[in-house]
C-alpha cells in the first residue's frame, strides 16, 4: 500500500469488537458505548476477532439504506486495505442495512438500532441525562432483533410487531396482538439497554398490550396524548422474510477471469462441491442460491485479482439481477469460514493426521499427537465427551426390548447386543451423573424392518419417556450407523445381522455362508456386521469373518492393526463355536474362495491417514409456520440462545442434536424430527442421510450435547427470568404517573412538531448480566409487585381469581367449597396462572396431560 491510514495504527488484535464509521472519507473510532447503533446515512466498518485460539478476525462493512455511493465506495476501499494490512487473514464481509448476516447479528446481542440522520446529527456527543427525546422505535425479528426508528404515528405499527415509544423519562412498549412472549422479551431487554445506557438507568418503561389496551387506561392516555387518537383499525402483520432450505441449498461454482479485458463469469459446477475443484491460481464465486455470494481468491491469484474480489462480487450481484441486499463474504485460500467449508462435500485440513480411530485430539491442531484415548477423562472434560460423542464410559445399565406384535419385548441378557436387520429395538442405557440417574433411549431401526414396526418403535419410545417424566435423550439409530456410545455400550460384543429376526420361535432361513465385517481396535469401539456372502465384500483395512457349514475363517486385511486382530478374534469366539482358520491376506486356501463363489476384485487401496473433516458446530431456530420448513441460524451461538419456546438444531456433522424447549408448542415439537431430516437432506454438502439424530429435552442435556457450549450452566433453567417476570419488574403504572411530566409539553407532541426537534443522542450496546445470576428467591404470585399492565389473556378479561396462596399445596379439605381439587389451575387470575405455570391458558391447554400434570406438580397445585 502506498500509504498506511491513520487509524488502522490503532487497530487492537485483540479478541473483540472494533467499529469506525466513514465520516467525510476518513475512518473515525465509534465510542464502544455507542456499538449496536447505526445511523442510517453512514457506513460502518466493523472489525472482530474470536476469543479462541485460532484468532480468527471477520471485517464487516455495513452500508446504510440513506449512505451515499461516495461513501460505500470508501468503505469498500478501506475494507480492502485493512484485510491486506492484516496480512489478508481476515474474511471480508459486506452487510446491508434489514439485511444483516447472522454473525454480524451476534455481535449485538441486546439487537441493533438503526437511527435517522448521518453521523453528523449527533454521533459524538454522548449525553446520559438529556430527556428531551421523542422517537418510535419499531422492534423486528425474533433471534436477533433491530429497532428502526420510525414516523412518530400510529401509522407506523402493526398487529404482528412490537413498537417502543420513547419520551426520554418514559419508555412504553406496545406488544403487537399477534407478537409472541419470545419477542416481548427481547424488546424489554432492548428498553432496559435503552433505559441503563442511554438515560444512566433514570427512564421508567411500561408495557401495553396491544390486544388489551383498556387494561392499561393510563399509560394509553400517555400516548394518545403523543401519537393523537387511533383511526381506522391497525395494520396487518408483516412477514418476515426469511430464505427458505430450498433456497439456500442451490449452490453453484463460478470461475472468475477477466483475461479478455472484461469480467467473465463462468459456471464449473454444481452440488455438492468437491474442495478439488478449487485451484490455487483463480478466484472463483460460490452462489448460494442468490442468498449469499462467497468469494474465494487462490493464494497464487494476481494481486490484481485479490483486490478487486469485492467489487467482482457486487458486480456478479447485478449481472444476476439478485437483490442489492445480498450478503457477500470474501476469503483467502487456506483462510476459509466454517460457513464456506459447510458448502462442499469433503475438505480436508492440510496436515491434519489421525490414527484410524485409536487416537483423538483436543482442538484444532495442524499435527494431532499419537495419544490413547482415555473415557476416564469424559467426566472432566465436557469438550472431549462432545468431540468424541461419549457421555461416559459406558459402564451403566442396559435394558433392550424388541418390537413384536408391536409391542414391547424385553430381551433376554445374553443375547443383548444381537440385532437382527428385520426387527427394530429399543436400548435404554441408566447412568450416574453428579449423583442423579441420568437417561439416554435408543432406537434401533433394522433396514428390512416393517413400516408398522418403525412406528410402533417410535411410539412405545413416547411411553418409555413419560414412564421417566421426559428425561431421556432419545436417539434415532437407523441400521448400520451406529454412534460410538452405542457401541460402547455392548462392549465389543455387537452383532448385526443384514435381516432374519431375533424373536423366540421364528427359524431364520439358513444361508449356508455367511460374511461378517468386524471393525474396531477396543472393546468400546467394535461392531460385526453381516455383509453379503462375496469377495467384492472384502476390503485389505478391515478384518472379515467368513463362517461356512464346516469352518469360520478369520481373514486378515494387509491395512488391519493388531489390535484390529484381537477383537476379530474375540469377535470369531462369539459367532461361532466351530474350528477357526487365520487366513492372511494374498494367502488364502481354494476353500476359502470357493466359499465365496469364486475370486472377484475388492478395495485394496490403502486407508487415507487423514482426520474427518473438522466442520464448526451450527445452531439453529426451526421453524414451520410458513408450511415450508424454516430455520434461522445463530452464530457466535452459547446457552442463552436456547430458547424455552423454541426447537434449537445443533449440527455437530457427525450427529444432528434436536434440543426441544420447555415451552416449545407442539406442532413444532412433533415436526422436529422431519425437519432434521429435510435439513439433511436439503444439505448443499450432499449429508448423509443416515447421520445420527438425537432428541434433547430441556433440563436433561447430556455432555454430549453440553460439551459444544462454552461454560454450560446447570442451573439455569431453574433460576431464567420469563417475560412475565420481567414485566412484573418493571414496576407500577402509578410510578409513572408520579413522573413530573406535561403531557402538553410541545416536546411531546408530534402536532406541535415536538418529533422534529427531537435530540439523536447516541445509545449504546449493553453486555447485560445474565438475570439469573441476580434473582432472589420468587415471591408469592399474589404478593409480587403489580406489573405495568396486567399480562394478557385470550380473552383480555381483568384478573379476578381466588389468591394463589389458597390454592398452592392444598389438600381437598383446605380448599375453598367452589373448588374442584382436579383443577384447581382454572380458578387463579390470568396474571397468577401464567406466573405460576409459565403459559396462557391457551397454550397450557394444547399441552398433553401428562406435560400439564407435571407443571402443575412443580408450582403445587396438582
Excluded at 443375547?415 to 450416574?432: E, R, S
Amino acid at each position: 500500500m502506498e500509504e498506511i491510514p491513520e487509524a488502522f495504527k490503532t487497530i487492537r488484535r485483540t479478541p473483540g469488537l472494533q467499529i469506525w464509521t466513514v465520516n467525510k472519507m476518513q475512518m473515525v473510532p465509534v465510542p464502544e458505548q455507542a456499538y449496536g447503533n447505526f445511523f442510517e446515512g453512514d457506513c460502518y466498518i466493523v472489525l472482530y476477532t474470536t476469543l479462541n485460539s485460532t484468532g480468527q478476525m471477520d471485517i464487516h462493512y455495513w452500508i446504510g439504506n440513506t449512505s451515499s455511493q461516495d461513501e460505500q465506495g470508501a468503505a469498500a476501499i478501506y475494507v480492502t486495505q485493512m484485510d491486506e494490512f492484516l496480512g489478508g487473514k481476515p474474511i471480508q464481509h459486506r452487510e446491508v442495512q434489514g439485511c444483516e448476516s447472522p454473525k454480524f447479528q451476534s455481535y449485538f446481542k441486546s439487537g441493533m438500532v438503526y437511527k435517522k440522520g448521518g453521523v453528523e446529527s449527533g454521533f459524538r456527543h454522548v449525553d446520559t441525562n438529556v430527556y428531551n427525546i421523542l422517537r418510535l422505535l419499531h422492534i423486528k425479528g425474533m433471534k436477533n432483533i433491530t429497532a428502526t426508528e420510525v414516523n412518530v404515528s400510529w401509522n407506523s405499527f402493526n398487529k404482528g410487531d412490537i413498537f417502543l415509544l420513547d419520551m426520554g423519562k418514559v419508555i412504553i412498549q406496545w406488544n403487537g396482538p399477534e407478537s409472541n412472549r419470545r419477542e416481548k422479551l427481547k424488546a424489554v431487554l432492548l428498553a432496559n439497554d435503552i433505559r441503563d445506557r442511554e438515560r444512566g438507568g433514570r427512564a421508567q418503561i411500561a408495557v401495553v398490550e396491544g390486544g388489551c389496551e383498556g387494561d392499561s387506561p393510563e399509560l394509553m392516555k400517555i400516548m394518545e396524548t403523543v401519537l393523537g387518537k387511533r383511526e381506522g383499525p391497525l395494520k396487518e402483520a408483516i412477514p418476515d422474510d426469511r430464505p427458505d432450505l430450498y433456497q439456500t441449498s442451490n449452490i453453484r461454482l463460478y470461475q472468475v477471469s477477466d483475461a479478455s479485458g472484461s469480467l467473465v463469469v463462468q459456471e464449473v459446477a454444481t452440488q455438492p462441491l468437491t474442495q478439488d475443484l478449487l485451484h490455487s491460481s483463480d478466484c472463483y464465486i460460490v452462489d448460494q442460491g442468490g442468498v449469499s455470494i462467497s468469494v474465494w481468491k487462490g493464494k497464487d491469484a494476481s494481486p490484481e485479482e485479490r483486490r478487486s474480489a469485492l467489487s467482482r462480487a457486487v458486480g456478479f450481484i447485478k449481472a444476476k439481477n439478485y437483490p442489492s441486499s445480498t450478503h457477500v463474504e470474501v476469503m483467502c485460500e487456506g483462510g476459509e469460514s466454517a460457513m464456506f467449508k459447510q458448502l462442499f462435500k469433503t475438505w480436508k485440513e492440510k496436515g491434519q493426521t489421525r490414527g484410524l480411530g485409536s487416537t483423538y485430539s483436543v482442538g484444532k491442531t495442524a499435527k494431532v499427537d499419537q495419544i490413547k484415548f482415555d473415557v476416564m477423562q469424559l467426566h472432566a472434560c465436557p469438550e472431549l465427551a462432545a468431540q468424541e460423542r461419549m457421555v461416559d464410559d459406558a459402564s451403566g445399565e442396559v435394558q433392550v426390548w424388541r418390537i413384536e406384535n408391536l409391542e414391547l419385548q424385553e430381551v433376554p441378557q445374553n443375547t443383548h447386543g444381537q440385532f437382527y436387520g428385520g426387527d427394530c429395538y429399543l436400548v435404554l442405557y441408566t447412568y450416574m451423573k453428579s449423583n442423579k440417574q441420568q437417561y439416554i433411549l435408543y432406537m434401533w431401526l433394522g433396514r428390512h424392518a416393517t413400516q408398522d414396526e418403525i412406528t410402533a418403535c417410535a411410539y412405545q419410545a413416547v411411553n418409555v419417556d413419560n414412564k421417566y417424566n421426559g428425561a431421556p435423550v432419545q436417539v434415532r439409530v437407523t441400521m448400520g450407523k451406529e454412534p460410538r456410545h452405542f457401541l460402547a455400550i455392548f462392549k465389543g460384543k455387537l452383532i448385526i445381522y443384514e435381516g432374519g429376526t431375533g424373536r423366540a420361535g421364528v427359524v431364520n432361513p439358513d444361508p449356508g455362508v455367511r460374511l461378517f465385517q468386524v471393525r474396531g481396535e477396543q472393546e468400546w469401539n467394535t461392531k460385526a456386521t453381516e455383509v453379503p456372502a462375496r469377495a467384492s465384500s472384502l476390503n485389505s483395512n478391515d478384518v472379515f469373518l467368513l463362517k461356512t457349514e464346516q469352518m469360520c475363517y478369520l481373514w486378515y486385511g494387509k491395512g488391519c492393526s493388531g489390535d484390529e486382530r484381537e477383537m476379530g478374534k474375540a469377535m470369531a469366539d462369539l459367532l461361532s463355536k466351530q474350528d477357526k482358520q487365520t487366513v492372511m491376506e494374498s494367502q488364502e486356501p481354494a476353500e476359502f474362495w470357493v466359499a465365496l463363489g469364486g475370486k472377484a476384485p475388492y478395495a485394496s487401496n490403502k486407508r487415507l491417514q487423514q482426520e474427518k473433516p473438522l466442520h464448526q458446530p451450527r445452531l439453529f431456530e426451526c421453524s414451520n409456520q410458513t408450511g415450508r420448513f424454516l430455520m434461522t441460524e445463530i452464530d457466535e451461538f452459547t446457552q442463552e440462545d436456547l430458547d424455552e419456546d423454541d426447537v434449537m438444531l445443533l449440527d455437530t456433522w457427525d450427529e444432528i442434536f434436536l434440543w426441544i424447549g420447555r415451552s416449545a408448542n407442539d406442532y413444532e415439537t412433533n415436526e422436529a424430527h422431519t425437519s432434521a431430516v429435510e435439513y439433511l437432506n436439503t444439505h448443499p454438502a450432499g449429508r448423509d442421510p443416515g447421520t445420527p439424530i438425537i432428541t434433547v429435552k430441556q433440563g436433561f442435556e447430556p455432555p454430549t450435547f453440553t460439551g459444544w457450549f462454552n461454560a454450560w450452566d446447570p442451573h439455569k433453567w431453574s433460576n431464567g427470568y420469563s417475560y412475565e417476570e420481567m414485566k412484573n419488574k418493571l414496576g407500577a403504572v402509578a410510578s409513572i404517573s408520579n413522573i413530573t411530566i406535561s403531557l402538553n409539553n410541545t416536546d411531546l407532541n408530534q402536532k406541535n412538531g415536538g418529533f422534529a426537534q427531537m435530540n439523536n443522542i447516541s445509545g449504546g450496546q449493553v453486555s447485560f448480566p445474565p438475570f439469573y445470576k441476580s434473582k432472589a428467591a420468587n415471591p408469592s404470585p399474589s404478593n409480587s409487585p403489580g406489573p405495568a399492565v396486567a399480562p394478557s389473556s385470550p380473552t383480555c378479561k381483568k384478573a379476578t381469581g381466588i389468591p394463589a396462596e389458597l390454592l398452592i399445596n392444598k389438600g381437598p379439605g383446605e380448599l375453598p367449597n367452589e373448588v374442584d381439587p382436579g383443577k384447581k389451575e382454572e380458578y387463579l387470575s390470568d396474571a397468577d396462572f401464567e406466573l405460576l405455570l409459565g403459559s396462557s391458558r391457551t397454550d397450557f391447554n394444547r399441552l398433553p396431560k401428562w406435560r400439564q400434570n407435571h407443571l402443575k406438580k412443580e408450582a403445587g397445585l396438582f
